[in-house]
C-alpha cells in the first residue's frame, strides 16, 4: 500500500517542483508583472501546485 501511495504522488511532487523552479527562474528574467515581484515569489513558493500556474496565467505582462 505505501508503495502505491508513492507511485500516486511522486509524480505529483516531482511535477510541483519544476513548475516552482521554471516560474521564478521567469519571473527573475522579467521587467514587469501584475503586482510586485515579492508578492509573486510568496504564491510561487507558498502557493502549492496551483502558485505558478497563477503565476503564468496571471502574473506575467505581455
Keep these: 500500500m505505501d508503495d502505491l501511495i508513492i507511485q500516486l504522488i511522486l509524480p505529483l511532487v516531482i511535477l510541483q517542483l519544476i513548475l516552482i523552479v521554471v516560474a521564478l ?30 503565476y503564468f496565467i496571471v502574473g506575467r505582462k505581455g
Design 25 to 54: 527562474v521567469d519571473l527573475r528574467r522579467v521587467d514587469e508583472t501584475r503586482g510586485p515581484k515579492w508578492v509573486w515569489i510568496l504564491i510561487i513558493i507558498f502557493g502549492n501546485l496551483a502558485g505558478p500556474i497563477i
